[in-house]
């Protein structure tokens, strides 16, 4: 074998517990072995911990729990807020930022400032705070926070700098948004209502100023009073005392009339001539019964009046339908003219806002579309269309349509993976939407330079499978497939599973992907397995299925000498194809009645069927049920496209199936894979077993995981134990339980280092599993295909194999297996293979080359199997060089040389918690092992060394959604599930937090605001005086005096200068402030500017009005003025 020379540059002080020269595991057995002779390791390891670090790139999916909705009609861009404090701003396609309140806080309100650049949000805590959106980072300039008041509503005006924030005393504070410090001009609700009432008129829950003079602001209170407010005189109008609670008030643009909704359902309209009845009274929704009286109705939530030129008006509400119509949809209802449209909406209506062309509210309104937040979903109807059709969303909304169990992250997918997936889900898209262009179409965004082929794989709890292009930080769904459509549907009362398995029997648990050979491969939470080829053409085909009997007897006593207890190997010539193949026996029928024996699950359809091109279904492997107990969970799956083989594992063994043969070719419990070299001592199993818990246990449904379906979370290793004391076992069950609601939001456990002696009623599961080159044995001299096995114990075996390479005997000759003992033990389960070439390159796994089995026959070209890096041994120049195997469990990873199997280096990763997800990833043309551990921090250390490079306390709170569906991938980059209906991709790279900026959409675009329509000369001149309001004459410190310092404090925002962070000091924070001030001088001239324009221009209108004045008036005499 080839001499191995020392690490360079630093290399040779390995991480604690072990060197190169005294290497620190053992061998096959456990024991101890002699220092191998001394190597020259010749690589040059170049990653530092200056090429890392952690950063949010982009969030995809609908915001959980949403709570507000705004529209800048300008610039065209839309805000959501939620209750958990979140704000994702949203453009056209590509333009998508999200932004987190630092408290938390649920927000109520938002409002832009329309074509500013600029948005104000209102929290549940009381605190007001103004966003910068000028910048690809949206962050907060200025917050407010109310000490005695909570906040109820808040109004805006157009081009205005004051803003009118309702109390839920009743009332009304005005706030400059400029410098954002309360006016010393407050509206009391004492003042607001005559004196003479003598009850409270509860919380402001409208404001808005008169279309027809801006000095009149309208307040309405909860309780049914209305107040016109005379700003300038400080005085009321009028007011308006109705029985009858008002939820919401919209004004017809003319300022003469306004419509209230209320919680009757009733809409009423007022009249400003005759204030003290109203108008006209309506329930849309509610009918006159037998006796004469209307039939009670729902609240109107909210109301919207809205002119058109060419049409009758639009009045657009939600909620007013009649009580007796018990288990109705929420509903929008559009009325225009006399034609009343109700829109059924698949969730409840949070927030819905009536798009117009344009921003002055006292024009004509024009409006074209109406955004419908809901609970789970985002809708925009169309207007200008009399059927009301719905726009097609181009944003991933329906991450959740189904709840997410699993995700997986490819960013390396072969280039033409994703037209293909594209051009055959595109078959299958929704018709019946708008055709005219989505509304919302605000912010610039182009494809960034640094920009690669990624693809995000969700896994549903209703069993489809979701494709999704994530390149270039944007998210587009691909291609969707269903796995429910491989079995019969359960039929009520059938006694298979159906008494335990509830209403997710399909939910996906792990998906195992080959991009190369588009090999596919979901587990289902019904220990099934069901394996995919992808096919560009249609075909009639029959599933071929086999059923495993894989279940360790728990009054068993599982020692070392009772091995043959437990056969494995199937007979060398029971390898070839049957539709329905059992191991070791055939299925018992199993009556409902009876115990159910050597069944399965889930039936699999047995006739032929007709697939769709994309992935067909090309086998199903199924666990049976064994004396009356259901199989347990898969914990782990690999396939190999170059060996046509197949392994997964649970807490009772280990299998191996060759889908090209369709047969078993491995079935044996964990012990028997060590043989005679079992690492340990095993204590004698209690006979007692508790058959009804371990059931309820093993087949628990799907979801603690997604709050709101009030079910329970059945994950992979939930039923590693039978209920036992065992401290270990559970411990185990909690690390990789991470949705079980009894730990919901407890990662703390303890574990003994040591793990020499096993407690009664512990199952050792399997961990892990990885196919791949590699030496089987010391004594090997060349690589042979392998299986490495890890275990939840933390025990790592290798599993050689003789696979024929040649296509004609690759299909008939049987593949041998045989198991060769332990390698090494580990601290905790065993997480993650990677294996290295002698140059510290990852070895790639030998994968086919993707063939389409239904492409019509070319007698020129037969289609033969092609293998990458799968060829003969006596092949490969390197073949006598070995190469390293990475292996990571929760608490250590460790560098092996193989075919000696000597531990080069040695890393504990944790003491105080444990890795939850550990993966071998390419990031800045080198290799490195990237982890996240349980307390939240994520980690990277490199290869082959283990020297850590950056550890960094990301997630302090982690929870349990989190840690099921956090993945890394290569180029630096991470995700997982932030919530039930959103996907947070993260990166490690400093090379891609660099570039993220470009990468990013822009939300502001310079746009001249509309002007205004010509009013007319009359109007203009001798009419009302909307324009010549000055509210900074009335608000202004000098008018109105300082607001009481107790009332509000004003608190400096942490944002408004990308990058300042970074250049907080020296000669860079220098020319950062310098480049901040001629940024704010520029912006203060064009302000400056404007302000000129404006004035030449209004001074151009006097003297054109003076000029046409004194023309009028030259030639009267004196008496007939």
């Known amino acids: 074998m080839k001499k191995f020379r020392k690490v360079l540059d630093g290399l040779t002080t390995s991480s604690p517990g072990g060197t190169i020269g005294s290497p620190s595991c053992g061998s096959a057995a456990g024991t101890p072995t002699s220092a191998p002779t001394p190597k020259d390791i010749d690589i040059q390891e170049t990653l530092v911990a200056e090429n890392f670090q952690l950063c949010k790139t982009v969030r995809h999916g609908f915001p959980y729990q949403p709570t507000a909705l705004a529209f800048d009609p300008v610039q065209k861009i839309l805000a959501i807020g939620s209750r958990t404090g979140g704000v994702r701003i949203l453009g056209r396609p590509g333009v998508d930022c999200y932004c987190q309140h630092e408290s938390g806080a649920a927000v109520l309100q938002l409002q832009f400032l329309i074509n500013e650049g600029a948005l104000v949000s209102a929290c549940a805590d009381d605190t007001l705070h103004l966003w910068n959106l000028r910048q690809r980072r949206p962050a907060v300039l200025h917050s407010l926070k109310f000490n005695r008041e909570r906040i109820t509503f808040c109004h805006l005006p157009f081009q205005s700098k004051w803003l009118y924030v309702g109390t839920e005393r009743g009332n009304t504070h005005i706030v400059n948004i400029e410098s954002f410090v309360l006016s010393g001009y407050v509206i009391m609700w004492n003042k607001a209502i005559e004196l003479s009432t003598k009850t409270h008129p ?185 059927n009301f059709p719905v726009f097609e969303n181009p944003y991933p909304m329906d991450v959740h349509e189904s709840p997410v169990t699993c995700t997986a992250y490819f960013a390396d997918c072969p280039p033409d993976i994703i037209p293909i997936l594209y051009s055959i889900g595109a078959k299958h898209k929704k018709t019946g939407y708008s055709q005219k262009e989505w509304p919302i179409s605000g912010g610039t965004w182009t494809l960034g330079s640094h920009t690669y082929p990624e693809i995000i794989i969700t896994g549903h709890a209703d069993g489809s499978i979701k494709f999704w292009d994530a390149s270039a930080i944007t998210l587009q769904m691909l291609y969707k497939l269903k796995t429910s459509k491989v079995f019969e549907k359960p039929k009520p009362g059938e006694g298979r599973a159906a008494d ?257 002696s096993i407690d009664r009623d512990t199952k050792e599961a399997i961990t892990t599993l990885q196919f791949g080159e590699s030496y089987g044995r010391k004594t090997d001299a060349l690589p042979t295909p392998c299986l490495w096995v890890g275990t939840s114990l933390g025990v790592v075996v290798v599993i050689p194999m003789s696979v024929p390479t040649e296509q004609e005997e690759r299909m008939e000759e049987p593949v041998t297996i045989g198991p060769s003992g332990v390698v090494l033990l580990l601290k905790g389960s065993v997480l993650r293979f990677g294996f290295l070439d002698c140059m510290g390159v990852l070895i790639q796994s030998p994968h086919e080359v993707w063939r389409d089995l239904n492409a019509p026959e070319d007698p020129d070209r037969p289609r033969r199997r092609k293998l990458i890096n799968f060829s003969p041994s006596s092949s490969q120049d390197t073949c006598g060089e070995g190469h390293l195997a990475v292996v990571c469990s929760e608490r250590q990873a460790k560098v092996l040389l193989m075919p000696s199997q000597s531990c080069l280096f040695v890393h504990n990763i944790t003491e105080s918690s444990f890795v939850l997800r550990a993966d071998v990833v390419s990031v800045c043309n080198s290799v490195c092992l990237a982890c996240f551990c349980a307390n939240g921090h994520i980690m990277t250390l490199s290869l082959p060394s283990l020297r850590p490079l950056v550890n960094v306390n990301y997630l302090p709170l982690t929870d349990m959604r989190i840690a099921r569906t956090f993945c890394f991938t290569n180029g630096g980059q991470a995700l997982y599930l932030s919530s039930p209906t959103e996907i947070q991709r993260i990166t490690y790279s400093q090379e891609m937090c660099d570039n993220l900026q470009e990468m990013l959409g822009e939300l502001f675009t310079p746009i001249e605001t509309p002007e205004a329509q010509n009013r007319g000369f009359l109007k203009g001149f001798f009419g009302g005086n909307a324009h010549t309001f000055d509210r900074e004459e009335l608000f202004g410190e000098a008018a109105a005096g300082k607001a009481s310092r107790s009332l509000a404090q004003h608190i400096p925002g942490q944002g408004g200068v990308e990058g300042m962070k970074v250049a907080a000091s020296g000669v860079v924070g220098d020319l950062a402030r310098a480049r901040v001030a001629l940024d704010e001088r520029g912006q203060r001239l064009g302000e400056l500017e404007d302000r000129t324009a404006l004035m030449m221009t209004s001074a151009e209108t006097f003297s054109k009005h003076a000029h046409e004045l004194m023309l009028k008036c030259k030639d009267k005499k004196w008496y007939q003025f």
């Open 202 to 386: 509860g919380p402001v829950v409208h404001l808005s100023d008169s279309p027809k003079d801006e000095g009149k602001l309208l307040i309405g209170f909860e309780s049914g009073t209305i107040v016109q407010w005379d700003l300038r005189g400080k005085k009321a109008d009028f007011r308006i005392y109705y029985d009858e609670a008002i939820h919401s008030v919209s004004w017809h643009h003319e300022g003469k009339q306004f419509m209230c909704s209320h919680s009757d359902g009733s809409l009423t309209l007022w009249n400003l001539r005759n204030t003290t009845k109203p108008f006209q009274v309506t329930f849309p929704h509610g009918k006159i019964q037998k006796d004469g009286r209307k039939e009670s109705c729902k609240p109107i939530l909210k109301v919207e009046y809205k002119t058109s030129r060419n049409s009758e008006p639009f009045v657009v509400f939600s909620g007013g339908l009649s009580y007796d119509k018990a288990g109705r949809r929420p509903t929008l209802t559009i009325m225009h003219g006399k034609a009343i449209t109700v829109l059924e909406m698949d969730y409840p209506i949070v927030e819905f806002m009536v798009l117009c062309d344009t921003p002055y509210n006292n024009e004509v309104q024009e409006p074209y579309a109406v955004v419908v937040l809901l609970e789970k979903d985002l809708i925009v109807v169309d207007l200008t269309q009399s």
């Open 500 to 756: 335990l398995v509830e209403e997710d029997p399909f939910a996906v648990q792990m998906v195992s992907w080959c991009p190369q050979s588009r090999i596919f491969c979901v587990v289902g939470i019904s220990a099934h397995i069901i394996l995919y080829r992808f096919s560009k053409y249609d075909a009639n085909t029959q599933i071929v299925s086999l059923d495993v009997r894989l279940q360790c007897e728990s009054d068993d006593v599982i020692t070392p000498s009772e091995n043959e207890n437990n056969p494995c190997f199937p007979e060398p010539g029971s390898h070839s194809p049957q539709p329905h193949h059992q191991y070791p026996a055939s299925p018992s029928s199993g009556t409902p009645e009876g115990n159910k024996d050597s069944i399965p699950c889930l039936k699999v359809k047995d006739r032929v069927v007709r697939v769709p091109p994309g992935y067909q279904a090309e086998l199903v492997i199924q666990l049976l049920w064994v004396d009356g107990e259901p199989p347990q969970q898969i914990t782990t799956l690999d396939i190999n496209s170059a060996y046509g083989l197949l392994a997964f594992g649970n807490c009772s063994g280990l299998v191996v199936v060759d889908y090209l043969q369709k047969t078993i070719l491995l079935c044996m419990s964990t012990l028997d894979l060590y043989g005679a070299a079992d690492p340990y001592q095993r204590l004698t199993r209690s006979p007692r077993r508790n058959r009804q818990s371990t059931s309820e246990l093993c087949m628990r449904g799907l979801s603690n995981f997604y709050s709101d379906s009030k079910k329970r979370i059945r994950t992979s290793y939930q039923s590693l134990t039978e209920l036992s004391d065992n401290q270990q076992s559970i411990d185990m069950e909690r690390s990789k339980s991470p949705t079980s609601e009894s730990r919901e939001n407890s990662f703390s456990r303890s574990r003994s280092s040591s793990v020499s």
